[in-house]
């Protein structure tokens, strides 16, 4: 099975896959983009995946809906209606071949949710704006306790999961994590690496878990103790706890 990104907007990806009934789309804010695949392809849309209400995940949902009649699937606490079908926080539904359980995330916005699954190849994880490659989505309504609580759901899934997430934000994710850490060789190596893979012309997503995990500083900043001091060391503020490192340079990248 493929996964492939649908550009759209300045930089979301609808991440998409074909079933034999159709595409099942992830996220589609821009119901042209999806069209356009949809008759290069010539295929309708079978199925939508919502992590989300923001009107950039969800603004083509409905034109879409109207001309082909999709399963729309979000979660029951979803900000974002009509869906089709609604699912609990842990709950399995089946999505053009690939079995997603969904997994409450909250911290971006208070209805965000993310949809583990697996392929034949490789377990996947649709994780929306809650985290980026070398970054995560800001608080619009969480709080910092409740989105270092939904990355640490996710850091405990597998290391060989490989992440969609649905912003082209890699490159801005680095830079800033590398003026802020000039030392740190593996975000140094790995701006170099986003650089190179953008000026081939090519997408930077998706990555697997395990290489956010020694290079995202989002998520370092909970686990990592060398990077955890290297944050102290830049602010007055005594820091004890994940959420208080995670806060602090939330508010950085925020500022920056």
């Given amino acids: 099975m493929t996964i492939f990104p649908i550009p759209a907007f300045q930089d979301n990806y609808i991440w998409c896959w074909q ?12 119901a042209a983009a999806v069209e356009r695949v949809s008759g290069k392809l ?14 950039d995940h969800t603004g083509g949902i ?8 999709p399963e729309v699937i979000g979660s029951a606490s979803s900000r974002f209606q009509p869906l089709t079908r609604t699912v609990q926080d842990g709950e399995t539904v089946e999505a053009g071949g690939i079995a997603l359980r969904m997994l409450e995330v909250p911290g971006h916005t208070l209805d965000h949710v993310a949809w583990f699954g697996h392929t034949d190849a490789f377990p996947v994880l649709f994780c929306g704006d809650t985290l980026f490659s070398g970054g995560c989505g800001r608080l619009f309504e969480g709080s910092a306790e409740q989105m270092t609580a939904s990355l640490a759901r996710i850091l405990s899934l597998p290391d060989e999961t490989r992440l ?6 890699t490159l801005a994710n680095f830079r800033f994590a590398a003026r802020l850490f000039p030392d740190d060789e593996a975000i140094q190596e790995r701006l170099a ?6 000026a081939k012309g090519q997408p930077t997503l998706p990555v697997t878990l395990g290489l956010e995990k ?6 370092r900043a909970l686990t990592d103790p060398v ?13 004890q706890h994940p959420a208080d490192f995670f806060a602090t340079i939330r508010a950085w990248k925020d500022a920056a």
Wanted: aromatic share 8%; net charge negative; glycine share 4%.
């Fill in 19 to 30: 079933s034999p009934q159709g595409l099942w789309v992830v996220d589609p804010g821009d």
């Fill in 42 to 55: 010539n295929h309708p849309v079978a199925g939508i995946v919502v992590t989300h209400h923001h009107p």
């Fill in 62 to 69: 409905r034109r879409l809906a109207e001309r082909w009649s």
């Fill in 164 to 169: 969609y997430p649905a912003h082209e934000y």
């Fill in 193 to 198: 690496e986003v650089e190179d893979c953008l």
């Fill in 214 to 219: 020694r290079t995202n500083v989002f998520l």
């Fill in 227 to 239: 990077l955890q001091r290297a944050i102290q060391s830049q602010t007055e503020t005594r820091l």
